[in-house]
């Protein structure tokens, strides 16, 4: 029985998908469903087997906890693949999760089309080798996207209009800054300062003032919680309890953090990150920056949700920022709209 299906239709059928491939998390868009997947980008291994025992939020969970002879693994770092193996072995589980093989009459559905956001700043082997990892792992096509236009697709810019639009997309690995303009890139730039450097410079902090030794998973916690881009200058202070090991006894010890505490030990990174935001404006030719002084930026990534980060960068930009209503998933969901509209993926895609 012979069938024929629409290009679309076959696009729905096969569950072609969207990923945001984090260095922290990793977010899977399926076409007609939304964002379906949100989980750690971490995987559980056997040391000497190499065996694969737990991937996403179980393996994350592991982290800290494994004996000897296992270990949980992060395959990206600053955003780019650093274990090939075990990236191509993340994809092919996000994949499998979303994509079931099943037939409709006589119809073998095909494997699905994969969207991919990428930091604009990685090389033709980064690239290559998250092409690699997303085929062996399953996907029939790639697309690979650069992740500040990912976001401005997602946050419903005017990329396509002759005027200028700004993102600021903070990850965990990296912090990607563009200037959008009749579907390109105007100017960008790709820093590898982000979440992780965040949690970095909690522990570190700690360290310093209070001589107890903290643990990522604490830290980012405490980042969660109380991060804070500016000093409480009046009202309420949030606080947090966070426990570690006292450097001098050896011994475990809790103490409390306030929204202040963490404001000073984020100001180096934040500060790495509005200095290349204000390099990117200088950069921006004048026909453009007066529409950015007008529409200012756009804040996305899970940095995004630093409190405060707005209002930092607007006081030293003299720009209006705003922060994308859901910044965890704008990069997921601008590469799904793009792989929705195939004259779109043709325009931002760069492989």
Same mark, same amino acid.
């Given at each position: 029985? &012979?069938?024929?299906? %629409?290009?679309?239709?076959?696009?729905?059928?096969?569950? $072609?998908?969207?990923?945001?491939? @984090?260095?922290?998390?990793?977010?899977?868009?399926? =076409?007609?469903?939304?964002?379906?997947?949100?989980?750690?980008?971490?995987?559980?291994?056997?040391?000497?087997?190499?065996?694969?025992?737990?991937?996403?939020?179980?393996?994350?969970?592991?982290?800290?906890?494994?004996?000897?002879?296992?270990?949980?693994? +992060?395959?990206?770092?600053?955003?780019?693949?650093?274990?090939?193996?075990?990236?191509?072995?993340?994809?092919?589980?996000?994949?499998?999760?979303?994509?079931?093989?099943?037939?409709?009459?006589?119809?073998?559905?095909? +494997?699905?089309?994969?969207?991919?956001?990428?930091?604009? @700043?990685?090389? /033709?082997?980064? +690239?290559? &080798?998250?092409?690699?990892?997303?085929?062996?792992?399953?996907?029939?096509?790639?697309?690979?996207?650069?992740?500040?236009?990912?976001?401005?697709? @997602?946050?419903?810019?005017?990329?396509?209009?002759?005027?200028?639009?700004?993102?600021? $997309?903070?990850?965990?690995?990296? %912090?990607?800054?563009?200037?959008?303009?009749?579907?390109?890139?105007?100017?960008?730039?790709?820093?590898?300062?982000?979440? $992780?450097?965040?949690?970095?410079?909690?522990?570190?902090?700690?360290?310093?003032?209070?001589?107890?030794?903290?643990? /990522?998973?604490?830290?980012?916690?405490?980042?969660?919680?109380?991060?804070?881009?500016?000093?409480?200058?009046?009202?309420?202070?949030?606080?947090?309890?966070?426990?570690?090991?006292?450097?001098?006894?050896?011994?475990?010890?809790?103490?409390?953090?306030?929204?202040?505490?963490?404001?000073?030990?984020?100001?180096?990174?934040?500060?790495?990150?509005?200095?290349?935001?204000?390099?990117?404006?200088?950069?921006?030719?004048?026909?453009?920056?007066?529409?950015?002084?007008?529409?200012?930026?756009?804040?996305?990534?899970?940095?995004?949700?630093?409190?405060?980060?707005?209002?930092?960068?607007?006081?030293?930009?003299?720009?209006?920022?705003?922060?994308?209503? $859901?910044?965890?998933?704008?990069?997921?969901?601008?590469?799904? =709209?793009?792989?929705?509209?195939?004259?779109?993926?043709?325009?931002?895609?760069?492989?």
């Amino acid at each position: 029985m &012979a069938i024929n299906l %629409s290009d679309k239709l076959w696009r729905y059928i096969a569950h $072609d998908i969207a990923i945001d491939l @984090g260095t922290a998390n990793t977010l899977v868009h399926v =076409m007609g469903k939304g964002v379906v997947i949100r989980e750690p980008s971490t995987v559980a291994i056997h040391k000497k087997t190499k065996a694969i025992l737990a991937v996403g939020t179980e393996a994350r969970n592991m982290v800290g906890k494994t004996p000897a002879s296992i270990i949980a693994v +992060r395959p990206l770092h600053d955003g780019v693949i650093s274990d090939f193996d075990v990236a191509e072995a993340m994809l092919k589980y996000f994949i499998r999760k979303v994509h079931t093989s099943h037939s409709l009459l006589d119809i073998k559905i095909p +494997r699905p089309r994969v969207a991919i956001g990428i930091p604009s @700043g990685v090389t /033709e082997v980064e +690239r290559k &080798a998250v092409v690699d990892a997303a085929t062996r792992g399953g996907a029939r096509k790639v697309y690979l996207i650069e992740e500040p236009m990912a976001a401005a697709i @997602g946050a419903n810019l005017p990329i396509n209009e002759a005027t200028g639009s700004m993102v600021v $997309d903070i990850g965990g690995g990296t %912090s990607e800054v563009a200037v959008v303009s009749l579907g390109g890139i105007v100017t960008s730039r790709s820093v590898r300062v982000a979440g $992780d450097e965040f949690d970095e410079a909690i522990i570190e902090w700690v360290k310093v003032n209070h001589n107890i030794l903290i643990g /990522e998973r604490t830290a980012e916690e405490a980042k969660m919680a109380i991060g804070s881009a500016l000093p409480v200058e009046d009202g309420d202070v949030k606080e947090f309890n966070v426990r570690g090991r006292d450097l001098r006894t050896g011994l475990p010890k809790e103490i409390t953090l306030t929204e202040n505490d963490l404001a000073e030990a984020l100001n180096t990174p934040l500060k790495l990150i509005v200095e290349n935001i204000k390099d990117t404006v200088e950069e921006t030719p004048p026909e453009i920056l007066s529409d950015l002084f007008l529409q200012g930026l756009v804040l996305t990534g899970g940095g995004a949700l630093i409190k405060r980060l707005d209002k930092r960068i607007a006081n030293e930009t003299k720009m209006p920022v705003m922060v994308d209503q $859901d910044a965890l998933t704008t990069v997921v969901r601008g590469c799904g =709209m793009a792989l929705e509209n195939i004259d779109l993926l043709n325009k931002v895609k760069i492989a």
